[in-house]
């Protein structure tokens, strides 16, 4: 079987490009599963219900975050009542929502497991010992196991996908925005990368108007970052699995 795995989507033209086109890419590719990562899509930073609404009904299955899910209080009600909305599982205990699911799609389980990095961000609870203990929680459920670690630093999701490699058929990374060229199967198990990178203007940086980072660093003071317009790249990684071992077989990125 095949999931695919869309990095960051940066703000309305970012959600346009998934909508307007996963449904043909999906049928295309006989794509069973999709995750999108969406704490970047209202307005470039953040995520309301109405934008995650947009992605459902383009047929995403899983909408995972980050760090800037909590931009918008109003959102909190319905991370806590829909199921296919993730948050960083090793946020403290009593926060809106969940950090891991197991989805039933034609009577195959997939678990997702959403994590955030610690090195050169918030400090959070340990996502090497909570994502350990989620995963053997989920194992006893299914085998299929994907990971979107949301993380800084490449050693540490290079470390965390080793420590998980056990458990994960998928562990992807996220956050920089930045696609990378290392996927791989390790293990001959999970497959991996350490970030997927965005959909979002091919003529910015990560997604912002060039003018306005540049001044933040030139100038040293607080700017206001405008989402980049032109165009849009989609950047994705392709899985295959079998779903009845939780091995994954390839790793391929996919643009459009």
Not at 208 to 227: A, C, E, G
Request: proline residues 3%.
């Amino acid at each position: 079987m095949k999931l695919v795995f869309i990095g960051d989507i940066v703000a309305s033209s970012g959600r346009k490009k998934i909508c307007s086109a996963l449904p043909e890419i999906t049928k295309k590719e006989n794509i069973f599963f999709t995750i999108a990562q969406g704490e970047n899509l209202a307005g470039g930073i953040g995520i309301t219900e109405k934008t995650a609404k947009e992605l459902f009904e383009a047929g995403v299955d899983c909408i995972t975050t980050g760090n800037h899910v909590w931009k918008y209080k109003e959102v909190y009600p319905y991370l806590d009542a829909e199921t296919r909305l993730l948050r960083p599982a090793n946020y403290p205990e009593g926060i809106p929502g969940r950090g891991y699911y197991v989805y039933e799609k034609k009577n195959i389980k997939i678990g997702v497991i959403n994590l955030e990095g610690r090195v050169f961000m918030n400090a959070l609870e340990d996502p090497f010992k909570v994502g350990k203990i989620i995963c053997q929680k989920i194992y006893k459920e299914t085998k299929n196991i994907f990971v979107d670690f949301h993380a800084e630093a490449t050693s540490e999701k290079k470390a965390l996908s080793f420590y998980l490699s056990e458990f994960a058929t998928g562990f992807i990374g996220t956050h920089t925005h930045v696609q990378t060229a290392d996927e791989y199967i390790m293990n001959n198990k999970t497959a991996y990368i350490t970030d997927v990178g965005m959909v979002g203007a091919t003529d910015s940086v990560i997604g912002v108007t060039k003018k306005d980072v540049i001044n933040y660093f030139t100038l040293s003071i607080p700017q206001k970052f405008k989402t980049a317009k032109g165009d849009i790249v989609a950047n994705c990684v392709i899985i295959d699995f079998d779903e009845k071992t939780g091995r994954a077989t390839a790793i391929v990125r996919y643009n459009f």
